[in-house]
Each structure stands twice: as structure tokens, then as C-alpha cells.
């Protein structure tokens, strides 16, 4: 490992600044696409964004399961991953009936519209955090016995 040139206050400044960063590109790309979905860019247009965003969100996924990090906060438990899975589901559910409604107009049918995907969204977001949350708690185990 490379001798770093910053004292310890200087190297907690630049991780906080990229800390900061990498959230700051990961919910500004999320939010870009999604207004350009609502504006109806096609998605070979957004290509280039969710590239970098997919790679985002793989990169800290794997550096954090790596590391045995899971949140400051949150415990990694059915009854977490069950009320974090609602958020992207709601959000997905308002996007979809803010996306077609226009197209439909009958409000029962863009409900179904938004409703469909954001169950969808819930189901693999919580199977998603439960396979995470038992990775990490393997992980975890193991770091702890070395």
C-alpha cells in the first residue's frame, strides 16, 4: 500500500467528500432517468446512465458484502428487509401510473398498471435483501473468527 501524503483529519475530509460524491451520483443519476422515462426517452437513450448506475450499485453491494458491512442503522432481519422492500415498491407503483396515465383512461386500469410492477418490485427487492442479509451474516461470521 502507497504511504498516503494526508494526515488523519485530511483523509477523513476526502472520505467524507467521496462519500458524498458516490451518493451524489448514484440518487442523480436515479433521478435523471427517471425524468427523462417521464418525458418518454427511450431507453436506448438512457442506456449510457443505466450502465454506470447498474455498475454503481454492484460496486457498492459486492464492496460492502466483502466487507462485512451492512448498515449504520438497519439490522439485517425479516422485519428491515420487509418494510425497506415497500419504499422501491411505492415508488415504482407512482412512477408506472405517472408513466401510463396518460395512455389509459380509465383510472382502474393505470392502477393495475402501477400496481402490478410495484408488487413485482416488493417481491424481488425483499428476495434481494433477504439473500444480501444472509450473505453478509456469513460473511460477517467468518471475519469475526479470523
Known sequence: MKKSNLDEMQEQALLKIEHYGFWLAFWGL???MAIQALLGVAFSSL??????????????LVSCLRHGLWDRNLKPNLKTNLLVSILPGLAVGVFDILLFRANETEPLDYLLIGAIPALITFVLCFGAL???SALYKKRRRK???E
Open 130 to 132: 433477504t439473500v444480501c
Open 143 to 145: 471475519l469475526d473468527q
Open 30 to 32: 436515479l433521478t435523471i
Open 47 to 60: 442506456l449510457g446512465e443505466w450502465i454506470i448506475f447498474m455498475v454503481l450499485c454492484v460496486y457498492a
